[in-house]
């Protein structure tokens, strides 16, 4: 037990090194400036000032997003972000399921190593976006799922309770971000074969008996949320429709929607370089690896149907290809198991205690110098636009009514620490011609009067049909509304080009 918890202590404090740089969220960035995590903090903030998810407060991605959210920003203290040391955690639990993976393969004191390297790798990775994505929350619980895989193949047939606990685990990354579950669903559809095969029904029973009551478990707590806030339509509606109908593009059919979720598998692999590297080492694994070729072909189904499932609704966002990294822990098992037929493991031993300055050395410098944000690191506040228009905002008024209008939340809430009076409180990736309300809600209240001050932010490369559209509204708010102030604010390789209006006394609600 001892061992374990010293264990844990070194991978928590690699974790804290490595996201000390990689992630916006740690207290040397002054800001993160990204608009999903800033969306998915207002709405946090709004339920623990007592709105109800999806009826008073809209947004897409799944209830327990929030809930992790709502848990980190309770944990703030001083210059400590809460979701900062929410990311440690995971990180933390991602380096320790990975250490037990490749423990499975070869027991080796390199293996907390290589754990630590995986975690530097996907932390300084092209798709670790600003830090606190959906993807980078269900990262844990799916290694944790491939863990249980991997059990179950090199160990031993897995218990009633461990097929429980990886239903309870795939109801996590359910109530997280739907499409992936192909990892720990198509797990147990491949124990499932393999006990087919050997004609061991009952054992297939039981798999699928206990990782229904564990989906089904965890389902019923938010069930329960749901019914008791007489929200369970809105969820539906809000998860599934908007996700399934609005969220994604259905004018193609399914083996398009394949052939294109393939294409840009591949477009990540070329984008993310070490990506390439190491699925290059990942494709030797199940080429050459000296274990079950059949759990080599598993784990290949398994690359394949996440790849389809993220990729299935025809987008790309860089950010998407995060949870296909879990996969690469393979590429690691080979790596060990090529340093030992080499007899490379022979020079470390002789070099231990020099190597291991070195890599205590090297996190931290790696970790800095592959940080996706390091310009930002070190900057002010008053740096960024939002709280230049923040403390412009807070002159006028000490408890201002808000509106993000046209775009995604820019973070303007947060800082003012104000909650949304607007349900649909920032515009949603998704066209008019597919959802209406989110506009025509946002324009109501304009018109009404119903808010002190619109923001506007419009973005340089923004599709030119949608920020003609958010110019000629400019136009219509400026007729209610004045226009006190502009700025502009660099983000990611775009410019912002923001303008705040304030009510004018004769549209102010009565």
Not at 35 to 62: C, H, M, P, W
Not at 67 to 91: H, P, R, T
Not at 214 to 230: C, E, H, K, R, T
Not at 374 to 385: G, P, S, T, V
Request: glycine letters at 4%; proline letters at 2%.
């Amino acid at each position: 037990m001892y061992k374990k918890r010293k264990l844990i202590l070194f991978f928590f404090l690699f974790s804290f090194v490595i996201l000390l740089f990689a992630s916006k969220f740690s207290f040397l960035y002054a800001f993160n400036d990204w608009q999903d995590a800033n969306s998915f903090l207002t709405v946090a903030r709004s339920i623990l000032n007592g709105k109800i998810l999806y009826k008073d407060i809209i947004e897409q991605k799944g209830p327990l997003l929030y809930f992790i959210y709502c848990l980190g920003y309770l944990f703030n203290f001083k210059q400590i972000n809460g979701i900062f040391i929410l990311e440690i955690i995971n990180l933390t639990i991602i380096m320790y399921f990975s250490n037990l993976i490749l423990e499975m393969y070869k027991k080796t004191p390199i293996n907390k190593y290589m754990s630590i390297i995986f975690g530097l790798i996907i932390c300084t990775s092209a798709s670790f976006t600003h830090g606190g994505s959906a993807e980078e929350f269900c990262l844990s619980f799916l290694i944790i799922s491939l863990y249980y895989f991997n059990k179950n193949f090199v160990v031993n047939f897995l218990t009633k309770k461990e097929f429980f606990l990886v239903g309870v685990i795939t109801a996590c990354i359910f109530f997280i971000k739907l499409n992936l579950i192909f990892l720990p669903f198509f797990s147990i559809i491949c124990i499932c074969i393999e006990e087919f095969f050997k004609k061991n029904y009952k054992n297939i029973l039981n798999v699928l008996v206990y990782f229904s009551l564990g989906v089904f478990f965890l389902s019923l707590i938010f069930i329960i949320y749901f019914v008791i806030n007489d929200n369970f339509n809105d969820f539906l509606y809000c998860y599934f429709i908007i996700n399934g109908k609005f969220y994604i593009d259905n004018n193609f059919g399914i083996l398009y929607r394949m052939y294109i979720a393939y294409q840009l598998s591949i477009k990540n692999l070329s984008v993310n370089v070490m990506s390439l590297y190491l699925f290059i080492l990942y494709s030797l694994f199940v080429f050459k690896g000296n274990k079950k070729l059949k759990l080599r072909l598993y784990t290949v189904l398994i690359y394949i149907f996440m790849s389809i499932g993220i990729y299935m609704g025809v987008k790309y966002y860089i950010y998407y290809a995060l949870p296909l990294f879990v996969i690469f822990i393979y590429s690691f098992v080979f790596a060990i198991q090529f340093i030992y037929e080499k007899k490379i493991i022979g020079i470390i031993e002789d070099k231990k205690l020099v190597l291991r300055v070195i890599f205590f050395l090297l996190v931290p410098l790696l970790s800095y110098n592959f940080a996706n944000y390091k310009n930002y690191l070190f900057l002010r506040k008053e740096d960024f636009a939002q709280y230049r228009i923040s403390n412009k905002i807070l002159k006028y008024k000490e408890s201002p009514v808000v509106l993000n209008y046209g775009e995604l939340d820019y973070g303007f809430y947060n800082i003012l620490n104000v909650v949304p009076d607007c349900k649909y409180f920032h515009r949603m990736n998704i066209p008019y011609e597919k959802m209406k309300e989110n506009y025509s809600f946002q324009k109501e209240y304009i018109d009404k009067g119903n808010v002190d001050f619109v923001i506007v932010g419009i973005k340089s490369n923004k599709e030119e049909k949608s920020k003609k559209e958010l110019i000629s509204d400019l136009e219509w708010i400026n007729e209610k509304y004045d226009l006190i102030y502009c700025d502009k604010q660099y983000y990611e390789s775009d410019i912002i080009n923001f303008y705040v209006f304030m009510v004018n006394d004769k549209y102010k609600q009565t």
